[in-house]
């Protein structure tokens, strides 16, 4: 089992940025690749970004591409996704997921986090 906390979610004005942090415990965090998703109201969710578990393979949405990076941190366990320029369009619930085979927008995400919420005001 893979534990998954999000945290770093909030209220922000249109334009701004926030980092998001997922700490992971339990299996050996750098065996998982990690991916962010979101889920806005009354939508489906979304993939937003993943990383492979070195770090260097990286893939985003095209709706976040130039404004989010997605990174990870293996001696901390952590998976970090730094959002800028947000838009109202980015109010959503993020969760971060782990995925023991493949890595990307596809991956087989086993492991969820309970989400946290980001409000973006206009």
């Known amino acids: 089992q893979v534990q998954l906390v999000e945290s770093g979610g909030g209220l922000v004005q249109a334009g701004g940025s926030l980092r998001l942090s997922c700490a992971a415990s339990?299996?050996?965090?750098?065996?998982?690749?990690m991916g962010w998703f979101r889920q806005a109201p009354g939508k489906e969710r979304e993939f937003v970004a993943a990383i492979n578990l070195s770090g260097v393979g990286r893939s985003y949405a095209d709706s976040v591409k130039g404004r989010a990076t997605i990174s990870r941190d293996n001696a901390k366990n952590t998976v970090y996704l730094q959002m800028n320029s947000l838009n109202p369009e980015g109010t959503a619930v993020y969760y971060c997921?782990?995925?023991?085979?493949?890595?990307?927008?596809?991956?087989?995400?086993?492991?969820w986090g309970q989400g946290t919420q980001v409000t973006v005001s206009s």
């Open positions: 997921a782990g995925a023991g085979r493949g890595w990307g927008r596809y991956a087989s995400y086993d492991y």
């Open positions: 339990g299996r050996t965090f750098s065996n998982y690749a």
